[in-house]
């Protein structure tokens, strides 16, 4: 199975305690001191019958470029996690040929995608990686926006148990992700085909 894992108001929720950790990447006290001073100066003012100021103390500013590689470096945590589950062998990633590394994750920013068996088994020790990643980070799993998706030969008591266990729901045939089809089969012309129909209707216009 893959898992499309969707988080809650990712940037808002890091805990500045798990970015001080950044030591334990390699990187440096005095750079990590610079980081956390542009992170926790920043100031918002509300303007409603005066002024009104909010000193945040945890989380981090979208939009600002500093942020998006802060959070790669948060998601990093994710990744040692999952690595160590699979040295654990509490889970185990797909191989998409014969003799080729297997794969657990992919991630990219904050969309982020775990391959792993479809079991019972494999579904709670994810719940417990996910947990633990949450608790120490502070940026929440969106159960209600995450999907799972099955390979073919998983069977329906398999797939109930899993989402169950998960939280999450299986992705349907129809579901799209930033407009595009999540589920592609092998008539690509018929799945993709809206997409020259767009461009065309754009140049016609």
Not at 5 to 23: P, Q
Not at 150 to 168: A, E, G, I, W, Y
Request: hydrophobic share 40%.
């Amino acid at each position: 199975m893959a898992l499309k894992l969707d988080m809650s108001k990712a940037y808002d929720g890091v805990e500045w305690s798990f970015l001080r950790a950044m030591h334990c990447m390699g990187f440096a006290s005095r750079w990590i001191d610079l980081v956390m001073t542009c992170v926790s100066t920043v100031r918002y003012k509300v303007v409603h019958g005066g002024h009104v100021f909010i000193c945040p103390s945890r989380g981090i500013h979208q939009g600002d470029p500093l942020s998006t590689y802060l959070f790669i470096i948060c998601v990093e945590g994710l990744s040692a996690s999952i690595q160590k589950f699979e040295a654990n062998r509490h889970i185990q990633g797909c191989h998409v040929a014969h003799r080729a590394p297997s794969i657990t994750h992919m991630f990219f920013a904050d969309d982020n995608n775990l391959f792993c068996q479809a079991t019972r088994g494999v579904a709670d020790s994810i719940s417990t990686l996910l947990q633990s990643f949450e608790n120490a980070s502070g940026p929440k799993i969106n159960h209600s926006k995450s999907l799972i998706f099955f390979s073919p030969n998983t069977d329906s008591s398999s797939r109930v148990q899993v989402c169950s266990t998960l939280h999450m729901i299986e992705a349907l045939e129809g579901s799209l992700y930033l407009g595009f089809p999540n589920i592609i089969g092998r008539n690509k012309n018929a799945m993709l085909g809206f997409i020259k129909n767009k461009v065309i209707a754009c140049i016609n216009s």
